[in-house]
T-cell receptor
Framework: LAKTTQPISMDSYEGQEVNITCSHN???????ITWYQQFPSQGPRFIIQ???TKVTNEVASLFIPADRKSSTLSLPRVSLSDTAVYYC????????FGTGTRLQVFP | NAGVTQTPKFRILKIGQSMTLQCTQD?????MYWYRQDPGMGLKLIYY???????DKGEVPNGYNVSRSTTEDFPLRLELAAPSQTSVYFC?????????????FGPGTRLTVT
């Protein structure tokens, strides 16, 4: 069963750019890559989704190389409120969220 | 739109008791899902539904049952509660299959079985 792999945790300071990479070696040809954010005691919230190359919205960018075996979520100029757990999700994994990446932003 | 609502917010059950976790969405989404999240872990899919009358198992279905009689509601039934079912339960919905379409999550139900 394919599984995504992410770093367990990352630390950053306010104002910095944060890049979180997810490995998905067995991604299917037509799978999208979706990223969610989860705050304590809340359900996950959709951040961004992409299929190839680069996608950007008002909160993040998603970079996907040509082989699609990984993807990188980029959060520009993080603030304290970006402290959360971030999950990448691909359909090939049968909607398994994995343990995600715990991002801690310091002042 | 209220989005996805779940009741109750908290519940304590004794071992062997049964209960139903309620989930309702008002977005006319075809797909609905139940996940559980243990402390410090990711979400695990219990059951999902692609429309009224159609349900299927996820990664961890044992000990649970679901039904989908309407588009809006997707209740999760726990029979013979066990301590291993202590978890936070999230319901979600999407207009199309998750992974291709955005999932909208409810606020969760925190369940303790003692």
């Amino acid at each position: 069963l394919a599984k995504t792999t992410q770093p367990i945790s990352m630390d950053s300071y306010e104002g910095q750019e944060v890049n979180i990479t997810c490995s998905h070696n067995n991604i299917a040809t037509n799978d999208y890559i979706t990223w969610y954010q989860q705050f304590p005691s809340q359900g996950p919230r959709f951040i961004i989704q992409g299929y190839k190359t680069k996608v950007t919205n008002e909160v993040a960018s998603l970079f996907i190389p040509a082989d699609r075996k990984s993807s990188t979520l980029s959060l520009p100029r993080v603030s304290l409120s970006d402290t959360a757990v971030y999950y990448c999700l691909v359909l090939t994994d049968k909607l398994i969220f994995g343990t995600g990446t715990r991002l801690q932003v310091f002042p | 739109n209220a989005g996805v609502t779940q009741t109750p917010k908290f519940r304590i059950l004794k071992i062997g008791q049964s209960m139903t976790l309620q989930c309702t969405q008002d977005m006319n989404h075809n797909y609905m899902y139940w996940y559980r999240q243990d402390p410090g872990m990711g979400l695990k899919l219990i059951y999902y539904s692609v429309g009224a009358g159609i349900t299927d198992k996820g990664e961890v279905p044992n000990g649970y049952n679901v039904s989908r009689s309407t588009t809006e509601d997707f209740p999760l039934r726990l029979e013979l509660a066990a301590p291993s079912q202590t978890s936070v339960y999230f319901c979600a919905s999407s207009i199309g299959l998750a992974g291709t379409y955005e999932q909208y999550f409810g606020p969760g139900t925190r369940l303790t079985v003692t």
